[in-house]
């Protein structure tokens, strides 16, 4: 079974552009997470979709970035303008369903560097 | 709020020792689950194992087990036979509203040959 997919791996831009990275879960995964992981530290989720409804975008910097998810399957998170202190991995991860214990698997990441 | 601790930001083993790694978390769920998370150079989260809170044994996957201590709240990760393959990041976790990770700062592991 195929992963989770992600792109751009990595993505160099300066202050004050946009920049939108791309999801693509798992196959029949319901629920999509976009993490932002700072160096040091661990990964902070920044916005959960069931399907395709935002469940948790309460520490989505909502100013300048948005999340969608067309359809239920793919979304893309997107940063307009970027600051400096938005330099980070994004991560996505799926999971099959919302309720019970049911592994979050994540994608490789996208690493933005933000000058 | 649901919050992780993880105190040691680096541990260094020996190839073919035993190692845990402390975790210890704060939540007032009456119901939640533990995870631990593999986070190599390459940048990818692999899950390793996971505990549930009303479970009544330590979970255990392979060479990677979990000391659960409910009261305590901690749970440590127990990594046996330790490879140059587990040096990584590891990251403790537990769920959130709606099923989310609250990670912690994570340790990272370095298995010296």
């Known amino acids: 079974e195929a992963g989770v997919a992600q792109s751009p791996r990595y993505k160099i831009i300066e202050k004050r552009q946009s920049v939108a990275f791309w999801c693509n879960p798992i196959s029949g995964h319901a629920t999509l997470y976009w993490y932002q992981q700072i160096l040091g530290q661990g990964p902070k989720l920044l916005i959960q979709f069931q399907n395709n409804g935002v469940v948790d975008d309460s520490q989505l910097p909502k100013d300048r970035f948005s999340a969608e998810r067309l359809k239920g399957v793919d979304s893309t998170l997107k940063i307009q303008p970027a600051k400096l202190e938005d330099s980070a991995v994004y991560l996505c991860a799926s999971r099959e369903r919302a309720e019970g214990f049911y592994e979050q698997y994540f994608g490789p990441g996208t690493r933005l560097t933000v000058t | 709020a649901q919050k992780i601790t993880q105190t040691q930001p680096g541990m260094f083993v020996q190839e073919k020792e035993a190692v845990t790694l402390d975790c210890t978390y704060d939540?007032?769920?009456?119901?939640?689950?533990l995870f631990w998370y593999k986070q190599p150079s390459s940048g990818e989260m692999i899950f390793l194992i996971y505990q549930g809170s009303y479970d009544q044994q330590n979970a255990t996957e392979g060479r990677y087990s979990l000391n659960f201590q409910k009261a305590r709240k901690s749970a440590n990760l127990v990594i046996s036979a330790s490879q140059l393959g587990d040096s990584a990041m590891y990251f403790c976790a537990t769920d959130g509203g709606y099923n989310k990770l609250i990670f912690g700062a994570g340790t990272r592991l370095a298995v010296h040959p």
């Open positions: 939540t007032s769920d009456p119901s939640y689950g």
